[in-house]
């Protein structure tokens, strides 16, 4: 199963953009027992870990996006959102979802966010 994150797109420093990530194909009952999070990786670097949402509605943030990026859920629809205000150039990056559940685990193919200053 692949996921696929939308929402990416060229934003000035400042801006807004909100990634979505539905997991259509994961069945709901693993889904909403799933953890969820959003990682990203910059030119030359690591992937690594923006935001997560366990099962049991803990968030957990990188430090530089406290304050600024919101993860959230919507099993209804089975949707991880990522939603960022105040983008900034350092936040340039290709985002990846992932959902982590009893089934396995998942990744989205990645959407692109670029920052302006």
């Known amino acids: 199963v692949q996921l696929q994150a939308s929402g990416g797109g060229s934003v000035q420093a400042g801006g807004s953009l909100k990634l979505s990530c539905p997991a259509s194909?994961?069945?709901?009952?693993?889904?909403?027992?799933?953890?969820m999070a959003w990682y990203r990786q910059a030119p030359g670097k690591q992937r690594e870990l923006v935001a997560e949402?366990?099962?049991?509605?803990?968030?957990n943030y990188q430090d530089s996006v406290k304050g600024r990026f919101t993860i959230s859920r919507d099993n209804a629809k089975k949707t991880v959102y990522l939603q960022m205000n105040r983008l900034e150039p350092e936040d340039t990056a290709v985002y990846y979802c992932?959902?982590?559940?009893?089934?396995?685990?998942?990744w989205g193919r990645g959407t692109l966010v670029t920052v302006s200053s």
């Open positions: 992932n959902v982590e559940g009893a089934s396995g685990t998942y």
């Open positions: 194909r994961i069945i709901t009952s693993v889904f909403v027992k799933s953890r």
């Open positions: 949402l366990t099962s049991g509605g803990n968030t």
